[in-house]
């Protein structure tokens, strides 16, 4: 990270319990579900997925769709389709559960099919995954109808797999957020911090909400102006987070700058949406391998 000494590195002891845990359980999955940000849907996969996953039917579910520019998550949708995954993007608060099943459906119609070829009544079951606080407990609930799994606005709530029955013959698996051991893409790690599935404890706050200024100067500009009480967007790096301080009064006695209260404000206001729909990347922002 630009403005960080340590590099962006968080690898709980559960999450490689997790790892082993669905290592165990994949052989019983007929779907896998891979939760991920709408406003970056590259840096919020995780590749472990790709291998733990390899041979699966796969639907990329981009959630919080309602937080992203449409226009740029259409192009995702349309990157990922042409990889051959299905997917699929809304805000999982608002999700149509019938519509979703619907998509379930489709995707494993061959197994059930296939099933049905031997006289046997399929129960479909379906892994969805992700990394910390991208909201699959929420995507469950709402698929279910009833608060039956927990949910909080922080990473790791989720601490073990979880199977939950949807109808007679669709079961869902929700596992815990899940990092990859080393973050050697820091851009990457960097963005995950921006919508905290990174602990915001151990990340330098300062320096991730200068950088996360910074790349909403370059990328929405004038709506950062707006939100911030800035006359122009023209300060860099330390001295944008000064002004940002002074533009919306967050000031401390004998006018010295509350940076505690910026840092957490500005992080809070992004993941919020409050800027507006802002996507982080895009298709040609990456390769197509990446993609």
Not at 116 to 145: D, Q, W
Not at 237 to 265: M, P
Request: glycine letters at 8%.
């Amino acid at each position: 990270m630009e403005n960080s000494a340590n590099p962006i590195n968080w690898f709980p002891g559960h999450m490689a319990k997790t790892r082993r845990l669905l290592s165990e359980q994949i052989r019983k999955i007929d779907l896998v579900i891979e939760l991920c940000d709408a406003r970056l849907p590259h840096s919020s996969r995780n590749p472990e997925i790709d291998r733990l996953a390899a041979g699966k039917k796969r639907v990329v579910f981009l959630n919080k769709a309602d937080l992203a520019d449409p226009g740029i998550t259409g192009a995702w949708l349309r990157s990922i389709r042409k990889s051959g995954q299905e997917a699929y993007a809304a805000d999982s608060t608002k999700l149509n559960g019938k519509e979703l099943i619907g998509l379930i459906e489709r995707c494993t119609k061959d197994i059930v099919d296939r099933a049905k070829e031997r006289g046997i009544r399929k129960t479909v079951r379906v892994m969805v995954a992700g990394v910390p606080n991208v909201g699959k407990s929420t995507f469950i609930n709402r698929l279910r109808g009833k608060g039956i799994t927990q949910t909080a606005d922080r990473p790791g709530v989720t601490k073990s797999n979880q199977w939950v029955r949807i109808s007679p013959y669709l079961e869902l698996l929700d596992t815990p957020g899940m990092l990859w051991p080393r973050l050697d893409d820091q851009t990457a790690a960097k963005r995950l911090c921006y919508i905290g599935s990174v602990k915001d404890e151990i990340t330098d706050q300062y320096g991730l909400a200068i950088s996360l200024l910074e790349d909403l100067k370059s990328l929405a500009p004038e709506a950062l102006a707006a939100r911030f009480h800035l006359g122009n967007t023209e300060p860099e790096g330390a001295e944008l987070l000064d002004a940002v301080c002074r533009g919306r009064g967050w000031l401390l006695k004998g006018n010295q700058l509350d940076y505690d209260r910026a840092c957490r404000i500005i992080l809070d206001e992004f993941r919020g949406g409050k800027l507006g729909r802002i996507s982080l990347e895009k298709p040609a922002d990456i390769t197509e391998e990446q993609v």
